[in-house]
């Protein structure tokens, strides 16, 4: 599976690491993946949970990338920015 690696913008409130603020897009399926340390909670823990989930994970210079619906699902505090990024690259 093809992924396009973009990076995103400061968001106004937040200080991102740049590695924070890439996120990729599967070229087959459109689907977004976002740094599982978004939650503010340890991304090796977010993408554990992931994996038990059964999602898709990727990783990319030593961080872990989970899906922005599956984020935004499981760690409801994500979802405005997991939408945000979504819609961004639609």
Known sequence: MALEW???EQIKGKKLLKW??????EADTGQVFISA???G???YRVWVCASEDGVP??????H??????WMATV???????CEL???SVA
């Open 20 to 25: 924070q603020r890439l996120l990729a897009v």
């Open 41 to 43: 909670d340890p991304e």
């Open 37 to 39: 340390s978004l939650p």
């Open 57 to 62: 994970t990727y990783s990319y210079d030593e």
């Open 6 to 8: 973009r990076e995103f």
């Open 75 to 81: 760690f409801p505090s994500t979802q405005p920015l």
């Open 85 to 87: 990024l979504i819609r």
């Open 64 to 69: 872990y990338y989970v899906p922005a619906d």
